[in-house]
């Protein structure tokens, strides 16, 4: 188990650094400069993440309705599937075979001139597993982006989508970082 919870954790980093990099170069910026970029993120990361997961634990806590640990629920998942089907909830291995399939025919129609309408089966994956309001507001973001495109469509290439994208969903986890300092010391 836990040389697949690393296994898991390296293509986690792996993927988001390829996404980086794709989103980079949609933005025009060198391989060079974002290479930089990702070391200098590594150290900053390493400073600034553990007084922020101490302040984000403090005001929310972990693993609870507020903040789920979602990576751990998996892996909680997991373990409790090592002893056997029967630790299962009821209909989990029927879940699992309807999710499978679904996702099987997904990806093919996918491939053909219609796929574009349809729904990523990973993106549908991820929103079962994130809470409600990650996923409404990821909806929201592609109405909005749908709206743009039509309202402004000389000014709503890929790129700035992405760049808007971005800076959107940073800009939501710093201003809950925010709000978790201010619950830390009292003020809200």
Same mark, same amino acid.
């Given at each position: 188990?836990?040389?697949?919870?690393?296994?898991?954790?390296?293509?986690?980093?792996?993927?988001?650094?390829?996404?980086?990099?794709?989103?980079?170069?949609?933005?025009?910026?060198?391989?060079?400069?974002?290479?930089?970029?990702?070391?200098?993120?590594?150290?900053?990361?390493?400073?600034?993440?553990?007084?922020?997961?101490?302040?984000?634990?403090?005001?929310?806590?972990?693993?609870?309705?507020?903040?789920?640990?979602?990576?751990?629920?998996?892996?909680?998942?997991?373990?409790? #599937?090592?002893?056997?089907?029967? *630790? @299962? %909830?009821?209909?989990?291995?029927?879940?699992?075979?309807? $999710?499978? =399939? !679904? /996702?099987?025919?997904?990806?093919?129609?996918?491939?053909?001139?219609?796929?574009?309408?349809?729904?990523?089966?990973?993106?549908?994956?991820?929103?079962?597993?994130?809470?409600?309001?990650?996923?409404?507001?990821?909806?929201?973001?592609?109405?909005? #982006?749908?709206?743009?495109?039509? *309202? @402004? %469509?000389?000014?709503?290439?890929?790129?700035?989508?992405? $760049?808007? =994208? !971005? /800076?959107?969903?940073?800009?939501?986890?710093?201003?809950?970082?925010?709000?978790?300092?201010?619950?830390?010391?009292?003020?809200?």
């Amino acid at each position: 188990m836990i040389g697949g919870w690393v296994g898991s954790g390296i293509t986690a980093q792996t993927s988001q650094t390829l996404w980086a990099f794709r989103a980079g170069g949609l933005l025009g910026a060198s391989p060079r400069a974002q290479i930089v970029a990702q070391l200098l993120g590594v150290v900053v990361r390493a400073v600034v993440t553990l007084p922020v997961y101490a302040v984000v634990a403090a005001s929310y806590g972990i693993g609870n309705e507020r903040m789920p640990a979602i990576a751990g629920l998996s892996y909680k998942a997991t373990s409790e #599937a090592m002893h056997g089907l029967s *630790a @299962l %909830p009821k209909l989990a291995v029927t879940g699992a075979l309807v $999710a499978l =399939a !679904a /996702g099987t025919v997904l990806t093919v129609m996918g491939r053909f001139r219609l796929g574009r309408f349809l729904p990523s089966a990973a993106a549908i994956g991820v929103g079962f597993m994130l809470p409600f309001h990650v996923s409404a507001a990821a909806v929201a973001g592609a109405i909005l #982006a749908i709206a743009a495109r039509k *309202a @402004l %469509p000389r000014h709503t290439d890929q790129a700035s989508m992405l $760049a808007i =994208a !971005a /800076g959107g969903i940073a800009g939501e986890a710093v201003l809950g970082v925010i709000i978790a300092a201010l619950m830390a010391v009292g003020l809200l």
